[in-house]
């Protein structure tokens, strides 16, 4: 099938309406006439936040930016005597855009990963230093007030890249609510602070359509700004009921069209899942908070299952969980000081609004919910196998162990190839695990997304699916034979597979048990060469013929009929966005159709 033609069918199933909203927003921007291109608004001043009346020590506050800057959780530099540079990026050497240029003019590309530009001004800091501030620490209080007149002096609107991007835009506003609803001052808030946040729904409200058509995130951000933020400035601003009602719309729309009804959400990513629960859990919490109408019982269903979906993929002693899919740093209300792969701070606090339950008992896991009013749930019933089919993921889990198979169910666009990618957990260790994402715009970073990342087979060292664009795949694999979740005793067992355009089939079935895992990988069809890859964790491994051994764990790969030859080398892995180390890597060859059989003993 010619490039052409696989393009038209990829835009085929992306849809004529998702692509309309981009292509109007694009041609509205280059001819010069986007609404969003006539607004005006004037610099917000200090102050924006006063000092409370008393001590408020609900919870620990957050500590972390006490003394230093971070970008997506791992990297870091010491707090600045002054105001930082809202336009530097630590992770690009490129000439930085101008600031001075509306925001319009800049492009997407060229200047590096903009992201590591976007970071600082995504106001984590704000949400700590709110939390300090509220238990009666006066320089948090005063650092609060400077940075963000600075921000807002340096990023006049609508100048510069820190304008470029409404769900960035949808960030600010959900943190800047946050931390005056930790203050105690969401009701009255300062004029400066509502001047800004009348900025921010001013730049999010003309582009919400082309936010529609991404089919992700930043729809339900940037709904969940309109929603929370338009209800904040509710007597401050006459547009302000109508940006709430038009969140407060999407909100449930793209729920409906985007979460499916197991709870899968439309990104195939456990941190863009992440990302999403955290929005739509702080939209339900400030529903409460303001004793506003509740949404729809279909919204809530859905966030019923969707919050069981991320339950079921975190480990409950470390609270880190599979970095499957595209993993871009993004972390929502960091109300605690907990590291950016603790997943339980989400989980808990949407278990506790959309469920009823407490996920994962006492820890600062907790302190979203004291910090937001939220009561604690009932303790929650332990976890058990669940197959996510309309997403495509099989959960196993027994004893100490987990195991999650991720197959392909592509309504929407995949960001990766990682079809029947094997995620292996015991103990809290993550044995067998993906690959992740590292960048979006840097050198070597779509080797990330695509199937040499990931631990399943590769077929003559090709993608599963060819690669149309940066962030798009085309023949979009179909799932076969899907065998769900099925127990017997304390094994359980899971299996799927697909055919790819080429007509090469590969079929994967997973059985896990309180003491290992076996893997058996059959495949067929017209392929020169298969290699199988597992990737471990970090470790001492000692390969010896065809058996591995390191930390506590026993790995053989054997085929019917062939001799296997396994090779102990080293892989990329990226944990957090920007951040690469190296990790083991066990892999073999297979020159014939056959079957591949691994052995995991815990």
């Not at 001590?55 to 707090?79: Q, V, Y």
């Not at 199937?451 to 085309?474: I, K, W, Y």
Request: hydrophobic letters at 40%; one cysteine or more.
């Amino acid at each position: 099938m010619s490039r052409r033609l696989i393009q038209a069918k990829t835009y085929a199933r992306l849809g004529p309406t998702s692509i309309a909203r981009v292509a109007a927003y694009r041609l509205g921007l280059k001819s010069g006439r986007h609404p969003v291109q006539r607004l005006a608004a004037p610099v917000a001043q200090s102050p924006f936040f006063r000092a409370v009346d008393a001590p408020n020590l609900k919870a620990e506050p957050n500590r972390s930016w006490d003394d230093r800057l971070w970008w997506f959780g791992w990297h870091s530099t010491p707090l600045p005597d002054g105001m930082p540079d809202w336009f530097a990026n630590p992770f690009s050497d490129a000439p930085q855009p101008d600031a001075s240029l509306d925001w319009w003019r800049i492009p997407d590309f060229g200047t590096g990963d903009i992201k590591g530009l976007w970071e600082l001004s995504r106001m984590d800091w704000a949400v700590a230093w709110a939390t300090k501030a509220a238990c009666g620490d006066a320089s948090a209080l005063e650092r609060l007030n400077l940075w963000l007149a600075d921000w807002a002096e340096r990023n006049p609107p609508y100048k510069g890249p820190n304008w470029k991007c409404g769900q960035e835009a949808s960030i600010r506003v959900m943190h800047l609510v946050a931390a005056a609803w930790v203050l105690g001052q969401d009701q009255a808030p300062e004029a400066g602070l509502a001047d800004l946040l009348r900025a921010h729904l001013q730049r999010i409200a003309p582009t919400m359509s082309y936010a529609i058509g991404q089919e992700n995130n930043h729809g339900t951000s940037e709904a969940a700004a309109l929603f929370i933020g338009g209800n904040f400035l509710a007597g401050h601003d006459p547009r302000a009921d109508a940006w709430a009602r038009k969140g407060r719309r999407w909100l449930e729309e793209r729920a409906a069209a985007l979460i499916e009804p197991d709870g899968s959400f439309s990104q195939y990513s456990v941190t863009y899942h992440r990302m999403m629960l955290d929005t739509y859990a702080l939209a339900e919490a400030w529903r409460r908070h303001r004793g506003l109408p509740a949404f729809s019982d279909r919204l809530r269903g859905r966030l019923v299952a969707t919050t069981g979906w991320l339950r079921a993929m975190t480990d409950p002693e470390t609270g880190d969980a599979p970095n499957i899919g595209a993993n871009d740093g993004a972390r929502l209300l960091q109300l605690t000081g907990t590291d950016y792969r603790d997943f339980r701070p989400s989980v808990q606090l949407a278990a506790a609004l959309f469920q009823d339950e407490d996920a994962f008992g006492p820890g600062p896991w907790s302190a979203p919910l004291r910090w937001l009013g939220v009561p604690d749930g009932q303790r929650a019933t332990p976890l058990h196998s669940a197959s996510f089919d309309d997403g495509g993921y099989h959960v196993l889990r027994t004893g100490q162990a987990m195991a999650v198979l991720r197959y392909p169910r592509f309504r929407y666009r995949p960001s990766q190839a990682d079809a029947l990618h094997l995620d292996l957990w015991h103990t809290g260790r993550n044995l067998l695990r993906d690959g992740g994402t590292f960048s979006y715009n840097a050198d070597g970073a779509e080797w990330f997304g695509g199937t040499s990342a990931h631990n399943t087979v590769t077929f003559d060292e090709r993608d599963q699916m060819p690669r149309l664009g940066r962030f798009l795949f085309g023949d979009w694999l179909r799932a076969q034979s899907v065998q769900t979740v099925q127990t017997d005793g304390d094994a359980a067992s899971a299996a799927a597979g697909y055919t790819d355009s080429t007509g090469v089939r590969h079929h994967r079935q997973v059985t896990l048990t309180p003491t290992g895992l076996i893997c058996a990988d059959s495949l067929s069809g017209p392929f020169r060469q298969a290699e199988l890859r597992w990737r471990l964790c970090p470790g001492d491994w000692v390969l010896e013929g065809e058996t591995l051994r390191g930390n506590g764990v026993v790995i053989t790969v054997q085929a019917e009929g062939e001799t296997l030859v396994p090779v102990l080398g080293t892989t990329p892995e990226s944990r957090y966005y920007q951040h690469r180390d190296q990790v083991p890597l066990l892999s073999v060859s297979l020159r014939n159709t056959g079957r591949i059989v691994t052995k995991i003993g815990f």
